[in-house]
């Protein structure tokens, strides 16, 4: 029983690990796009809804917080 207990707290670091890296890569993408915007408006906005990301992003961080916070 120890053992699965073990298992499933190594399962939660890598949901924890994969969800930090999608949380700086949506980071990185939004701070890009919304650079991007400034200096030349609409290059972005005509494809991509930035809305939507910027949701993405903030579910990811949030559930990224919920599961450190259950960790400890």
């Given at each position: ?23 700086n890569i949506l980071s990185?993408?939004l701070l890009s796009f ?12 005509a494809y991509i809804n ?23």
């Open positions: 029983m120890a053992e699965n207990q073990g298992n499933n707290k190594i399962e939660k670091n890598k949901i924890i690990i994969v969800l930090e890296e999608s949380f990185l993408a919304i650079i991007l915007e400034i200096l030349k408006p609409k290059i972005i906005l930035i809305n939507f990301l910027l949701l993405v992003w903030l579910s990811v961080g949030i559930l990224l917080l919920v599961l450190i916070k259950k960790q400890k």
